[in-house]
């Protein structure tokens, strides 16, 4: 499979707790991106990377999250100290240049108890 | 904040009717995609029409996009109940060429067999 995977699918966690998603991206892309999208909204933008470089946070990006991109490869998103209100779909998404098709994975459903 | 507008936010159509859906969006753009959702799944990348395109056709799809109007339409012809999803517009902003997406809040279809 060449699109853009994503793990776990699902979790459930309990308000506290720290959660950690990963993203692959398609291999030959350089740019990565993760949304997260609501019930019934369209997905919003958190942060992105250009290889290994994160060249932009959105001002939903809180302090208790962070991401990272150590080889330009795979991203993880952590979230610490989850709360009720990160409960949401966590999207990645990957593209080959600017201004190009963004291709999306399956997405992380968060639940926070 | 969501600068893209779809409309109208729920269809319901009989299959083989035509399916329109409008976006409309705020700033300068460099280009507008269209995605589907189905439900609860990831986004699947439909068609991507750049600022200098007026209308571009994929299969049964065709998008049109004035730039003028800061507005763009998709048209779904001939549809099948597997065309049963929720649309989005999500605009490639001229200042923040490649750096994100901004998505509307989308508009579900729903084909009746």
């Known amino acids: 499979d060449t699109g853009v995977s994503q793990d776990p699918r699902h979790k459930i966690t309990k308000r506290g707790q720290n959660v950690t998603f990963r993203c692959d991206p398609i291999s030959e892309h350089n740019r990565l991106y993760w949304y997260r999208q609501t019930l019934g909204q369209g997905p919003e933008f958190l942060t992105y990377?250009?290889?290994?470089?994160?060249?932009?946070k959105s001002r939903l990006l809180s302090d208790r999250f962070s991401a990272e991109r150590p080889k330009g490869s795979f991203s993880t998103l952590e979230i610490q100290r989850t709360e009720q209100g990160d409960s949401a779909m966590y999207l990645c998404?990957?593209?080959?240049?600017?201004?190009?098709?963004?291709?999306f994975g399956p997405g992380t459903r968060l639940t926070v108890l | 904040s969501q600068q893209g507008e779809e409309d109208p936010q729920a269809l319901s159509i009989q299959e083989g009717e035509n399916a329109t859906m409008n976006c409309s969006y705020k700033?300068?753009?460099?280009?507008l995609q269209w995605y589907r959702q189905n439900s609860g799944r990831g986004l699947v990348h439909l068609i991507l029409i750049r600022s200098n395109e007026r209308e571009k056709h994929s299969g049964r799809l065709r998008v049109t996009l004035d730039t003028s109007k800061k507005s763009s339409s998709l048209l779904i012809t001939a549809s099948r109940a597997a065309d049963t999803a929720s649309y989005f517009c999500?605009?490639?902003?001229?200042?923040?060429?490649?750096?994100?997406?901004?998505f509307g809040e989308g508009t579900q279809l729903t084909v009746n067999p």
């Open positions: 999500a605009t490639d902003e001229w200042e923040t060429s490649g750096s994100r997406l901004t």
């Open positions: 990377f250009q290889n290994e470089a994160q060249l932009e």
């Open positions: 700033t300068s753009i460099n280009n």
């Open positions: 998404a990957s593209s080959d240049g600017p201004s190009n098709e963004q291709f």
